[in-house]
């Protein structure tokens, strides 16, 4: 007949092994990384003066390539015409356009306005994916008084946290099992 000692101690085994089973999967799922810009007209270069501001967030899916994206923009000199995302370029390059916001999945950004919100979907392909992570992309909003663009934002890709925290857990958990495994040995030999 088994202790109750000797049930623990299979249960809290089991459950190491459960979690450990549970992080290496998780490792080959997606990363999803969390996307930020910040627009002004300061970057967009040649001195765009201009009290418009916006911002942007959004999700990228590294396994499907699927990016989401919403965003603000408000005191725009002009009203909009177009808006885009553009790469690959370093802060204050210039690059061709990679994705219309005007034409994207989505809720289409809203065109003759100088404040308004947006949002859309795209999915890219293995070099647009590396050029948006690499912080290559910028979105860039352009208006009836400034129609190279009234403001600029480069997206800018937190980096996912990894897997080790939960390592880490799992680390702690298996040494508090084998200390008490050993405490319990040294009990019973006394």
């Known amino acids: 007949m088994r202790s109750d000692g000797a049930i623990g101690r299979k249960s809290a085994l089991l459950l190491v092994v459960w979690l450990a089973a549970s992080i290496s999967a998780r490792g080959a799922s997606a990363l999803v990384y969390d ?4 627009l002004d007209g300061a970057q967009e270069g040649a ?3 201009t009290l ?3 911002s942007l967030t ?3 899916d ?4 699927f990016l989401t994206w919403s965003g603000t923009f408000s005191a725009l000199s002009g009203t909009t015409s177009d808006a885009h995302f553009h790469g690959p370029a370093p802060v204050g390059a210039g690059a061709l356009v990679q994705i219309s916001m005007t034409s ?6 809203p065109i003759g306005v100088t404040s308004g ?3 859309g979907t795209a999915t890219l392909t293995a070099t647009q994916a590396t050029q948006l992570l690499a912080g290559l992309w910028y979105v860039n909003i352009h208006t009836s008084d400034r129609p190279g663009g009234e403001i600029r934002g480069q997206v800018f890709a937190a980096v996912p946290e990894p897997g080790t925290l939960a390592l880490l857990g799992l680390g702690l958990v298996g040494l508090a099992f084998a200390g008490r495994r050993r405490s319990d040995a040294c009990g019973t030999n006394a």
């Open 35 to 38: 996307l930020t810009a910040s």
């Open 62 to 65: 590294d396994v499907s390539h």
């Open 52 to 54: 418009g501001v916006g």
């Open 104 to 109: 994207a999945g989505g809720d289409v950004f």
């Open 117 to 119: 919100a947006f949002s």
């Open 47 to 49: 001195g765009s003066v």
């Open 58 to 60: 959004g999700r990228f």
